[in-house]
Structure formats: C-alpha cells, structure tokens
C-alpha cells in the first residue's frame, strides 16, 4: 500500500510532494465550496494522519482560484430544513475544532482566493498561515444572518486582537492577505506567485526539525485555546440557534441572488 492509499476515502485530494509532509487539497466546484463530505471528512482526517508515522507535517492548500469558498448552498439548505443535519454539523464542527488543536504535528496553510467558511477554520486553526497578498479571507457568519460561531470568536480575538476582531467579525469586511498579515491575523504574506514555494520551503524546515520538540511546543501553546474553549462553545451554540431564526433565510437568499441583504425585510 503506498503511503497515501489510506487517505482515498477521504473527499480531498493528498499529496506528498516531499517525504513527511502531507498535502491536503481543497478540490471541489464551485471554489471548492465545502459540501456535506468533506465537512465530515475534514473533521475527521485529523486522527487518521495522527496515526500515520510517514507524515511529519500537514500543509493545507486549495486547488485553482480559491483555498475555500465557504459551505456549499445546499448543505446550508439541509440545516434549515432538517434538524437531524443541522445538529450532525454542529458536532461535526466540534470535532474540527477540537481535533485540530489537539493534533500534535504542524500544521501548515498556504491561502489564496476566498477563504470562507469551514475552509476558514482550517486555515485560521493552522500552526503557521501563510495568505498570499490578494487573498479574501472572510468569515461571513453575520452576512448569513448568524453569529460568527465554530472559531472565530475564540481565535480571532488571540491573533489580532479584540478590537480588529469585533470589527471583522461583526461587519463582515473581507480581508487581503497582506492585512491580515498586518494585523497578525495571518503568520505571514507571500507574493501570489511564490506562496506554495512559500509554504513548501516552511513545511521543509519543519519536517527536518526535532519533531518532538516542535509538536511539545505546539502543544503548550494550544493550552491558549484550551483555557478558552468555553468561548467557543457558546458562539458555536449560538450560531446554531440563528439556524432557527428568520434572518439566516434572507442572507441565504441574498448570497443565492447575488444581492446584499435586507434584515429588515418582513416577508
């Protein structure tokens, strides 16, 4: 069996361009927009490549024009209408969450494109995000109408500080890689051309390492989380909770119509 045989159920693509380090690709239409697979799968994989001793390093990436563009319309759809998939996502995103940071080997993101959504979480969870300068990186939970629940309200906060978090958060204003990099939000920028070099040559440096020491490390720092993980699970509820309400219907309508969105609306 060769080493990524045991990743061809999983509804990414995988790579191994470098022995240790493994590439996990976003590969899917519409920007590769997070269908119900892979938003199990990516919640899963975590403990698979914890197993696996021929990886050292995870570097994320996606394929094309985007690293992720956000939960597909229809998986948005199923939540509204069906109870039993709104909860079996919720706990879908714990388990991305906790499993990312409880993960011990490195985790690289390498961003370009939109960055949205449960793509997001991977990228803003990992080690060391590395955002190419013209990349879009947004949470968009209050442009759907609920509240910016899975990471954002535990990490954001930590990275860039609560003033720039509430902003972004709350406004849901798009942000270039070279801002976030400005922020802290992101490790660092890379030129669009020269990002997966980037990444590939921090992923390198990483797989040569001493191994324990680096995912010792980690493993401190992540405490961070940790002793905030209340945070998360009360946006995560509450972002669930606007799955009930009236306003998630007007923003899904309006990301489906290409429009901006009238909360006020009472129809």
């Known amino acids: 069996m060769s080493v990524l045989d045991k990743y061809s159920h999983f509804a990414m693509s995988f790579e191994m361009n470098e022995p240790g380090v493994l590439e996990i690709i976003f590969d899917g239409p519409n920007l590769n927009a997070v269908d119900a697979d892979v938003h199990s799968d990516i919640a899963a994989v975590w403990r698979v490549i914890d197993r696996d001793d021929d990886v050292n390093v995870v570097l994320v990436r996606g394929a094309g024009k985007a690293f992720s563009a956000g939960g597909s ?140 020491a680096i995912q010792w490390t980690k493993r401190s720092m992540n405490l961070f989380y940790k002793q905030n993980a209340a945070i998360f699970d009360a946006s995560l509820g509450l972002e669930f909770l606007g799955f009930r309400g009236p306003d998630v219907r007007e923003g899904l309508l309006s990301h489906k119509e290409k429009r901006k969105p009238d909360f006020k609306r009472k129809d």
């Open 73 to 212: 319309f229809d998986l948005i759809e199923d939540q509204l209408e069906s109870y039993k998939t709104l909860t079996r996502v919720l706990r879908e995103c714990q388990d991305l969450v906790h499993g990312m940071i409880d993960f011990p080997k490195p985790v690289i993101s390498a961003i370009h494109g939109p960055a949205v959504g449960a793509g997001l979480i991977v990228a803003m969870l990992a080690d060391i995000s590395i955002a190419a300068k013209s990349a879009k990186i947004v949470d968009g939970h209050t442009r759907l109408g609920v509240a910016a629940g899975d990471h954002a309200a535990m990490v954001w906060p930590l990275m860039c500080g609560m003033a720039k978090a509430k902003y972004y958060l709350m406004v849901c204003e798009a942000i270039t890689g070279e801002e976030a990099e400005r922020i802290g939000l992101v490790s660092m920028c890379a030129e669009d051309d020269e990002l997966l070099d980037t990444a590939r040559k921090v992923a390198g440096k990483l797989n040569n390492g001493a191994q324990e």
